[in-house]
């Protein structure tokens, strides 16, 4: 519908670069992105990545097809837009009125420009929501069973495309129902091997391991990897997913982020695609379920959890074998990290667990932080180092002005006599003009700082050392959450080489400060490396 409309990725390009060519704008850079503008940032990957360049160059402006496209988010969108304007870069929109935010009414046509868009989304949201929910209650004629809104079918069932008359201009339309998955494994279809693992494993008691190990063991490959894990079986056996092995269509049973509803949010519609296992066993599943999980000793993973005592989990120590995260995990021997794989897949995809002990660890990567704090001691050292650092991630921002200011300075000034001499001759577009020449001289102003030789901002010594005595404080008695978001800044990653037994740590810091390192810690990667030997 984009496409017919001209409102398609290219054809919105096309527009910017002939809106961009029109008004003597140069671009740098384009980004696209196939992703709804209502969207939560963390899946905007692109978008953050411009935001990242605009910032980092300092450029004067970022074009938009419209401010939809910018984002739909009334609250946010309106606070990026003022930020970033704080920084003089502004947000152009080609087919929005241009406001002036100094005035009374900038200020109110922004904020009713950025709801219009939020309540347009929220609008599409509110009918796509009210057709999936009569979608899955629809039957087809021909096979009897009701369509699905998409996604990947439970384990034991495939989804099959039917092809159900054609839409007002003349495209197909494309439903699809679940049927049986019959494709052979092992010298049995799919949906067999699930019964089975279903009423004959689950319903009596079998565990989340015994499962995933009999799976593994007769080599059935799981939906997304080749190995089965826990977690994957946990899924499997959610009350909502066992209604749909007994025949039943459930949709809305969780939210976007993955959480579940309430039970009485769900939409169930009975005989919506050929059922697996009867209710009476899918009863018999889930009191099955209920009795592990009141007597079953889970192992302790805190891997995911902010104020986890386990510092160095969350993404930060990872297996180099397999690439997985070490997570932590509690015996009745001690605390230990190890591979993600040993308890979720019994090691499958990785191999044997290495079981590094917590202390030990996590003692290491302290005390190598608090030799890098010992060698920043000297008030004098330690602050020409951080100016100098400072120094040059300003210059990596401004510095290369330093060398083309000049050349700059002269294309600018070209520009701003352009302009000038187009107004005298009688060019009609003042306002176009007057916005034109607000930018080149607000950009002349930069290149002139530039090329006078601006200078970075430097931090006194008394600031530098309260900054180190605070990191001392936290790194050795703050709060586990404060302390592994201070091993962030500092660390760059941690890894284990489970053959040799041996846990490298690379720093985020200078090769200047590394020198400083007790002799023998790091090698010439900057990294440290502690060998562990498992008992």
């Not at 577009?429 to 020449?437: H, I, K």
């Amino acid at each position: 519908m984009q496409e017919e409309r001209g409102l398609s990725i290219p054809e919105q390009l096309r527009e910017i670069r002939e809106y961009a060519e029109a008004r003597n704008v140069d671009i740098v850079a384009e980004f696209t992105e196939a992703e709804s503008a209502f969207q939560q940032r963390s899946k905007r990957p692109e978008f953050e990545r411009m935001l990242a360049r605009a910032k980092a160059e300092r450029v004067s402006m970022i074009l938009v097809h419209d401010l939809s496209r910018f984002s739909r988010d009334s609250v946010g969108g309106k606070a990026q837009v003022r930020q970033l304007r704080s920084q003089g870069i502004r947000v152009v929109s080609l087919n929005d009125p241009e406001l002036d935010p100094e005035t009374v009414a900038g200020v109110y046509l922004e904020a009713i420009t950025f709801a219009k868009n939020e309540a347009y989304s929220r609008e599409v949201a509110f009918h796509t929501r009210k057709g999936c929910r009569a979608n899955v209650q629809a039957r087809d004629r021909e096979t009897g069973w009701c369509y699905k809104n998409g996604g990947q079918p439970p384990w034991g069932y495939r989804s099959l495309r039917l092809e159900r008359g054609q839409d007002k201009r003349g495209r197909p339309i494309i439903k699809s129902v679940w049927i049986l998955d019959d494709s052979m494994i092992a010298g049995r279809p799919v949906h067999e091997w699930t019964r089975h693992c279903l009423t004959q494993l689950a319903a009596t008691g079998a565990s989340l391991a015994e499962l995933r190990d009999f799976c593994n063991s007769k080599n059935i490959s799981a939906r997304r990897k080749r190995f089965w894990g826990i977690s994957t079986w946990n899924a499997i056996l959610q009350p909502s997913v066992i209604l749909q092995f007994c025949g039943y269509g459930v949709w809305n049973a969780r939210t976007k982020q993955g959480h579940e509803r309430p039970p009485s949010e769900w939409v169930i519609v009975p005989n919506a695609h050929p059922a697996l296992i009867t209710e009476v066993e899918g009863r018999a599943i889930l009191a099955a379920r209920r009795r592990a999980k009141e007597t079953a000793n889970f192992p302790v993973n805190r891997g995911r959890s902010q104020a986890s005592g386990y510092l160095l989990s969350g993404g930060l120590f990872r297996c180099e074998r397999c690439g997985s995260n070490m997570i932590g995990f509690r015996t009745s021997s001690g605390e230990y990290y190890v591979c993600g794989s040993q308890p979720y897949r019994k090691g499958m995809g990785c191999g044997p667990g290495v079981y590094v002990p917590r202390r030990a660890v996590e003692t290491e990567v302290c005390k190598g932080l608090n030799e890098l704090l010992s060698v920043c001691a000297d008030p004098g050292g330690f602050t020409r180092q951080v100016n100098a650092e400072i120094r040059r991630l300003w210059e990596e921002v401004n510095g290369r002005g330093a060398a083309t200011a000049p050349k700059e300075l002269e294309q600018v000034d070209a520009k701003i006599a352009n302009i000038r001499r187009a107004v005298e001759d009688g060019f009609a577009d003042a306002s176009w003009a007057n916005a034109r020449l607000r930018e080149l001289l607000a950009e002349r102003q930069r290149l002139t700082v530039a090329h006078d030789g601006g200078k970075a901002p430097q931090l006194d010594a008394q600031t530098v050392m309260a900054y180190r005595r605070q990191t001392e404080k936290v790194l050795n008695s703050g709060h586990p959450a404060e302390r592994k978001r201070l091993m962030r800044s500092w660390v760059q990653d941690i890894k284990l080489k489970p053959e040799t037994l041996e846990v490298q740590i690379s720093y985020r810091l200078p090769e200047a400060v590394m020198k400083g390192v007790v002799a023998g810690a790091c090698n010439a990667q900057n990294a440290a490396v502690i060998p562990f030997r498992i008992e």
